[in-house]
Every structure is written in structure tokens, then in C-alpha cells.
Nanobody, 122 residues
Framework: VQLQASGGGLVQPGGSLRLSCAAS????????MAWFRQAPGKAREFVAA????????YYADSVRGRFTISRDYAQNQVYLQMNSLKPEDTAVYSC????????????????WGQGTLVTVSS
């Protein structure tokens, strides 16, 4: 399984960004997919995930209502639409995959892509 995240950048508070995670063929059909982030000086934390079986989505409380995770089978991509961004959303965002159902702990995920930096600043 290979994953590659992209789409990060500099955005002003209140702005939007969409992150993409390109997966090797059929990965998103077979694996639950998640986004994690790591802010400077802090531990990596769960952001959002989508279950492989029925597409149920899960969100951290800090992003619920602002972020949306989705998947596109045809493109083998998972997306994280981030709206109403705040300075505290600044972090390196990484996508991850695991077999079976969604978990919100990073240790449960077997495959990781490289991160993409999101900076929210005026």
C-alpha cells in the first residue's frame, strides 16, 4: 500500500483547503482511511477517518462541522476538505490506512503517507 498526501499550503484564518491522499490501486476499497496531524511540539492526533465497509465518517471534536473526509474510488483518492480554518489547525497532515474498521489511534494504522504542511496564518 502506497499513500501520498498533497494539497497543503498557507491559508488565512477562515479560509479553506482541500488535501488529497493518492492511494495505490484499490486501497481505499479495502482499507479504512484516516487523516492525522502533528502540530509543532505536539503529539500526532487523529483528525478524521472513513470506514472501508460503509463509508461511515468519524471526526475529532476539534474539527467536526468544519472538515469533511471523502473518497473517490475511480481516482483512488481520499480527500480532506477543510473549511473555516483556524491558526490552531496549523500542522503537518498525514494520511493513513488500516485493514478492518476505523480506529482513532495512530498505532492502529499500518500504512502512512508523507505529510503535507498546512499553515493557517494572516
Amino acid at each position: 500500500v502506497q499513500l501520498q498526501a498533497s494539497g497543503g499550503g498557507l491559508v488565512q484564518p477562515g479560509g479553506s483547503l482541500r488535501l488529497s491522499c493518492a492511494a495505490s490501486v484499490r486501497t481505499i476499497e479495502r482499507y479504512s482511511m484516516a487523516w492525522f496531524r502533528q502540530a509543532p511540539g505536539k503529539a500526532r492526533e487523529f483528525v478524521a477517518a472513513i470506514d472501508w465497509s460503509d463509508g461511515t465518517t468519524y471526526y475529532a471534536d476539534s474539527v467536526r462541522g468544519r472538515f469533511t473526509i471523502s473518497r473517490d474510488y475511480a481516482q483512488n483518492q481520499v480527500y480532506l476538505q477543510m473549511n473555516s480554518l483556524k491558526p490552531e489547525d496549523t500542522a503537518v497532515y498525514s494520511c493513513a490506512a488500516k485493514s478492518g474498521y476505523v480506529r482513532t489511534t495512530e498505532s492502529a494504522y499500518d500504512y502512512w503517507g508523507q505529510g503535507t504542511l498546512v499553515t493557517v496564518s494572516s
